[in-house]
């Protein structure tokens, strides 16, 4: 078996050495406790089953873990070069007028000023508009809602890259 950091199916993500599956799950997630957590309960039986252990991964990050996943986000409106994830994830912002983009670019700044953090939220399927509004809604937020509403968010993340990794080799 190769240790190939983006493994398709579950079968073949159960089977990975355990160098390869945290590689993968640091592709989905940059936060280590959490990875570590998932690769304790390997192997997995179905996708449920590996969702609902990143469920209950989140629900046990610190802070501090959580400021490690953050981390590895970039703030909307600006995906990571050369990474397609990144890029789909956000599509929302790519026909973004000028002025979203910019007014986007000002509050991601405002956010991160406030709460010490990239502005994090799912993007799959939102558009320019409806995250703009979401930052605008959130920026109010007392820290510690906040950080609940972006575990919540992050674990939405999760999910929609586990889903993904396992299912690559099923189409």
């Known amino acids: 078996m190769t240790s190939s950091t983006t493994p398709g199916g579950l079968a073949r993500f159960n089977a990975l050495e355990e160098h390869a599956a945290l590689a993968a799950l640091h592709e989905a997630c940059a936060s280590t406790a959490w990875a570590r957590r998932l690769l304790a309960h390997r192997p997995y039986a179905t996708a449920d089953d590996l969702l609902a252990a990143s469920d209950a991964a989140m629900a046990e990050l610190t802070a501090a873990d959580l400021a490690e996943a953050m981390a590895g986000h970039p703030p909307i409106g600006r995906p990571k070069p050369g990474d397609p994830t990144s890029s789909r994830e956000q599509r929302g912002m790519a026909g973004a007028s000028e002025e979203l983009k910019a007014e986007m ?16 939220i799912c993007a799959t399927g939102r558009t320019g ?43």
């Open 105 to 120: 670019l000002d509050l991601n700044l405002e956010y991160q000023e406030k709460f010490g953090h990239v502005f994090l």
């Open 129 to 171: 508009e409806q995250m703009r509004d979401a930052v605008k809604e959130r920026i109010g937020n007392a820290p510690e809602q906040e950080r609940e509403i972006v575990r919540t968010e992050l674990g939405k993340i999760n999910r929609i890259r586990l889903t993904a990794l396992v299912q690559e080799e099923q189409a």
